[in-house]
Every structure is written in C-alpha cells, then in structure tokens.
C-alpha cells in the first residue's frame, strides 16, 4: 500500500524553517527574560536584607545587645560563646543557616550601619564590589560612606 505524498512527514527544509522561526523568537524574547532574572536577584537580596535585620532585632531583643562584627550573623543560629548573652539567648532567630546572597555570596555585616541604624546587613550586589549601579549597586542596610 502507498502512502500519499502529503501525508509522508516534514521535509528537511520545512524544519530549518520551523528551526530559524524558533531561533528568531528565541533571540528575541530571551534578553528581556534575563534581565528580568537579574531585576528579581535584587528584589530577593533585598528581601532576605529585611528578615535577617528582623532576625537581628529579636537578637537584640532578647540578648540585649546586636552582635558584634566578630559574631557576625552566624549568631542567629548559633549560641553566642559571651555567657551573659549566651543565658539569655533563645534562639535559632531563623529556621535555617543564613542564606547567600542571590547570588552565591554571604552576606555582609558590619557596625555601624548607614542612617543612624546600629549596624548594617547587605549585598555587594551582582558585581561582588562595592558601590555600583543597577544591579550591581549594594542592596539592603548599608554601612556608613566613605
């Protein structure tokens, strides 16, 4: 029994076709998408910046002082080795190790911090060096300048 032509499948040519259409959509739709990836990476940083100042807060709360810049924010998690602090921690402040940043760096503590906060919790941002702009501008509570 013979098949009828039209009903044989695709030529070899009809998919290059369908493949460079597909490449065309692909080269244009896809810069928009990515940086919309790097647009989210801030807004998370930014995000994770303000649970761990809250994270923070509690600390201070309960303990009576901020941690020191030696403590850092591996505190939350874990006992501090001061046994004044160390009696009135109750801690873990978070219910997991502190995060990266978005993008695979830790973040930064320091004191003091910018606008009369008493420390500082950031993101270097995309570029990993201070300052910046765009997505590589420093997200969160930032240190004092200069």
Known sequence: MRVPRFAAGFTLLEM??????????????????????DSSKVQVADTQTRLLRGAVETFRLEVGRIPTADEGLGVLNTAPADERAKARWRGPYLDEPVPEDPWGRPYKYSIPGRDGLPFAIYSLGADGQPGGEGNDADVGFLPPKG
Do not use: Q
Request: proline share 5%.
């Open 16 to 37: 290059l076709v369908v493949l460079v259409i597909i490449g065309l959509i692909a080269s244009l739709v896809g810069p928009r998408l990515f940086s919309r990836v």
